[in-house]
């Protein structure tokens, strides 16, 4: 699966993973194209979920289509505009990726039987994704990330 940028200018490919591919050797790979810090994170989460089985959202040859919302598996990324309303979805998974990761998981015994969590690192896990990067770092931190250092909110 392909992962492009919704920009009309930009015609490079943000990702690539194969589908459902977690526990096969030779298939258990993706590609991401590091571009700025969260859009890089969303990217790399759209193809961690092609990985586990997701398809894209709004495909209109699947369910998922039911699904499109602008989640993090839509097949074209938002273009973030200063004046743009804000896309509440964007971050999330919709309920058909979820169950589509679901179904993948209890079919991959790789995934539970290596690498048992313990308790810490799983309550670390839940603190962190409670929170969106913009409640973890301030305006001015979201600058850096996305446009280098001396980069300053001044919205």
């Given at each position: ?49 092609h ?63 290596k ?41």
């Open positions: 699966h392909q992962l492009t940028s919704s920009d009309p200018y930009n015609t490079e490919t943000d990702g690539r993973s194969i589908p459902s591919g977690v526990c096969d050797v030779g298939r258990r790979v993706m590609i991401v194209r590091v571009e700025d810090f969260f859009m890089t994170i969303r990217t790399t989460a759209h193809e961690l979920g990985a586990f089985g997701a398809l894209n959202d709004g495909d209109a040859s699947t369910s998922a289509r039911l699904c499109d919302g602008k989640f993090i598996m839509s097949s074209n990324r938002p273009v973030f505009y200063p004046n743009k309303k804000h896309i509440p979805n964007h971050w999330y998974f919709s309920q058909c990726s979820v169950d589509y990761i679901k179904t993948t998981l209890l079919g991959k015994t790789c995934v539970w039987t690498f048992p969590l313990d308790h810490d690192i799983m309550q670390e896990m839940h603190e962190i994704l409670q929170r969106q990067p913009g409640q973890r770092y301030t305006p001015n931190e979201q600058c850096v990330f996305a446009n280098g250092f001396g980069s300053f909110y001044c919205g």
